[in-house]
């Protein structure tokens, strides 16, 4: 070939430019069938478009048997159904089966009670009905499946006490629009979940209203002390409708979250959270209780489930029954207080080689962190007289996010606010707030971001203080 010789597209072979075109995104893929004949034919090329609907759309070859169309045309079909959610569906998608083969292993009975995906003009007709728009990842997730069938227990986890029973049902979306919220404190909220006992729902706000980020979850929780039925605390549980399913599934699908009684309940183990003695294992997970908690009074309710395990090679003369427990346990303000009983939870427990023995407890604070620790003691059922320890690791019981309702912060923002614009010599005569040495009147006026970010702070810095401990 001469050094002059121009060197053409349709010259070139195949194989080389479809490798090319296999890094293109579809939508440059489609381009390039406008730059020529040969590209367009090219672009058209069957396994780049599987490579994109496996992608985008998590599609296998048995799907494109049942539907009968080409690659290319598949891909086609689902962009025009489900293009505006592409950002979104490939992850929820997969969530969603990870969940659904999870349940069918663990809770079969749940998989039933899954409603088929609703369609967009569903989706419309309820955006219209509650007269606001439902965010996409919403959508997405409900264009996959429609919620849950009202029964129990719920998707959306249990928990379970000696006189007390939640299971959160994930709620259709025509279920949930006819719980939407006008009502002053709770304007634009869209309720997620729903509990038959306990009447306790998760709510996503739909607008940025009263003090609420738009999108994030929360559950609601009445001032107790308030005259005004609008003074309600939010406990944050996800700042998207994406963030917050997503993490859920992943601490089910992860074994985060314990199977028990053929229900997902929401216990979180907190890493390393193990102590062993000689035979004896125990281990400890925890959980925050909304629907008996408060913020104003400050009243914080945990429930904590232990698991106390003999060694399957332990020798049958270190069977033991257990005696009596000792707490130790700190708060985030710094007080320690210290219990000690008999049994645990009105049980001496006798444990034998691969013996299990598990039992839930509860407990509240006045301070939204707090950790505990302690000990069991123990005696040798083939002599009383030989007593020991084991030893129970330190936990922490961390409360979610909270925020304020705007009516008490601005009213606190007012009452700061008029009370040092009284006293003028707290500025000087460019109004810095150099005479205020706490910054009261510059925390006054900034005060519509609420506490959530100071008492967040707080709790890091206490959890750091205890870790250190």
């Known amino acids: ?9 349709d010259q070139l072979p195949s194989d080389p430019l479809l490798h090319i075109l296999s890094f293109l995104s579809f939508r440059d893929l489609i381009h390039c069938s406008f730059v020529s004949r040969r590209l ?4 058209k090329h069957n396994p780049l478009w599987r490579t994109l609907c496996c992608k985008h759309w998590l599609l296998t070859e048995a799907d494109r048997l049942q539907s009968g169309a080409s690659w290319r045309c598949l891909f086609r079909q689902y ?16 969530a969603w089966e990870q969940l659904k083969d999870f349940l069918q292993q663990r809770c079969p009975r749940m998989i039933a009670s899954l409603k088929e ?17 439902l965010p996409d990842d919403y959508r997405c997730s409900y264009r996959i499946h429609n919620g ?9 986890g249990s928990m379970s006490l000696s006189n007390h029973y939640r299971s959160e049902v994930l709620l259709d979306v025509e279920t949930a629009a006819g719980g939407f919220q006008q009502r002053k404190g709770m304007r634009r909220c869209l309720p997620l979940t729903f509990c038959f006992h306990t009447g306790l729902s998760q709510y ?6 009263e003090g609420r980020r738009v999108y994030e979850s929360f559950y609601p929780c009445p001032d107790q002390t308030a005259q005004d039925p609008s003074a309600i605390d939010m406990f944050i549980t996800g700042s998207s409708f994406f963030q917050w399913f997503t993490s859920y599934v992943h601490n089910v699908v992860t074994g ?27 281990s400890v997970s925890t959980s925050f209780l909304p629907e008996l908690s408060s913020v104003h009074p400050p009243h914080f309710f945990f429930t904590y489930r232990i698991r106390i395990e003999m060694s399957v090679a332990a020798s049958p003369e270190a069977s033991c029954q257990l005696d009596s427990r000792y707490w130790k346990i700190t708060t985030s303000d710094g007080n320690v ?18 013996k299990v023995h598990e039992y839930a407890s509860c407990t509240t604070f006045s301070t939204p962190t707090e950790y505990m620790e302690g000990h069991y003691t123990f005696h040798r059922l083939a002599n009383k007289e030989e007593v020991f320890h084991v030893a129970i690791p330190r936990f922490h019981m961390i409360c979610p996010p909270f925020r304020e309702p705007l009516v008490r912060t601005q009213k606190v923002a007012e009452s700061y606010a008029s009370r040092f614009d009284r006293d003028d010599e707290f500025c000087d005569e460019d109004g810095d707030d150099f005479g205020d040495p706490r910054g009261i009147k510059k925390a006054a006026r900034g005060s519509a971001d609420l506490r959530e970010t100071s008492s967040s702070w707080k709790r890091d810095r206490q959890y750091a203080k205890s870790q250190n401990d």
């Open 40 to 43: 367009c034919d090219l672009s």
């Open 256 to 282: 985060e979250y314990p199977i028990i009684r053929d229900q997902i309940f929401r216990y979180v183990h907190e890493d390393g959270c193990v102590e062993t003695t000689g035979d004896i294992t125990v």
């Open 117 to 133: 995906g609703a369609t967009e003009v569903e989706l419309d007709d309820i955006e219209v009905q509650i007269g606001c728009r």
């Open 204 to 209: 996503m706000a739909l607008e940025p209203a």
């Open 337 to 354: 207080e210290e219990v000690q009983g008999p049994g645990v939870v009105g049980e001496f427990p006798v444990m034998t080689p691969g």
């Open 148 to 156: 849950q069938k009202l029964v129990i227990p719920g998707l959306m």
């Open 1 to 9: 070939m001469s050094a002059n010789a121009e060197l053409r597209m």
């Open 79 to 94: 962009y025009v159904d489900l293009g505006r959610y592409l950002q979104y569906y490939p992850v929820l998608k997969r």
